[in-house]
């Protein structure tokens, strides 16, 4: 079993490619490789319910663990409060952990 | 404090461009705080982050004169990063993909930034515990 990092920066709304890249994280923990997507810039912005939330719902009952840049929030005025459940805030240095870690780190 | 770890960090948007940049220098700074080694490699537009002739300026629309606008320059960042790094014990290691900084004619960088070539981004991956590669659109 591998562990991934997978950094989502871009916005569901503006690309479908986000879709591809969740879709990336799901084959990986069906796999059962241990996965964190961390959202930051705007992808934070499906963290948040909405009409894009449940892919991100989606990932989490399949095991990805689905964290949001505490920055990014504060920039977009997104509230802990407002975050899907199973979404949790992050400090940017949850990805230093992680390459620390050894992570296999992808960026999209 | 975890063990001291040596990353690669590469970077190609230019600065003033894109959130990606901000984000890298937060990764970048979070990681040299901690007494890491770490090697940026630039390319393409990324080669001007370190570009030493970055100027603040005033902002008449909004009535401010320099000192009030306080504008950033990201090669201020670049050196305090690497100040902090020293300061924790570790290092930043900043390098400019050299044919992508005489296209752009930004050769004069900052004290502390040098210049090469792919090869050295691969020998410098090679060196790290892990790397991370933030493209561009």
């Known amino acids: 079993m591998a562990k991934y990092l997978l950094i989502e920066s871009r916005d569901p709304f503006e690309t479908n490619d986000v879709a591809y890249y969740y879709d990336l994280a799901a084959g990986l923990a069906k796999d059962g490789n241990e996965v964190t997507l961390f959202l930051v810039q705007n992808g934070v912005l499906p963290a948040r319910k909405s009409t894009r939330s449940g892919a991100l719902t989606a990932l989490v009952s399949a095991g990805v663990k689905v964290l949001a840049d505490e920055f990014s929030l504060r920039e977009r005025g997104i509230a802990a409060a407002r975050l899907l459940s199973g979404v949790s805030p992050a400090k940017i240095d949850v990805v230093v952990d992680q390459l620390e870690e050894g992570r296999k780190a992808l960026w999209h | ?137």
């Not at chain 2, 990681?31 to 090697?39: M, P, S």
């Not at chain 2, 305090?80 to 790094?85: K, L, R, T, V």
């Not at chain 2, 992508?100 to 004290?111: F, K, L, Q, Y």
């Open chain 2, 1 to 137: 404090m975890a063990d001291k770890k040596t990353l690669s960090v590469v970077l190609m948007d230019a600065p003033y461009e894109s959130a990606r940049s901000t984000t890298a220098f937060r990764i970048i700074d979070a990681a040299v705080r901690r007494g890491h080694t770490v090697k940026v490699f630039c390319y393409e537009g990324a080669v001007a982050q370190a570009f030493v002739k970055q100027a603040p300026h005033a902002n008449a629309v909004h009535g401010r004169d320099l000192a009030a606008e306080d504008h950033p320059n990201p090669k201020d960042w670049i050196a305090a990063m690497m100040a902090a790094a020293e300061a924790a014990g570790g290092k930043l290691e900043w390098m400019n993909c050299g044919l992508c900084v005489d296209e752009r004619g930004v050769g004069e960088v900052i004290p502390g930034v040098t210049r090469g070539s792919p090869v050295d981004l691969w020998k410098g991956a090679e060196a790290s515990d892990n790397t991370l590669v933030v493209p561009t659109k």
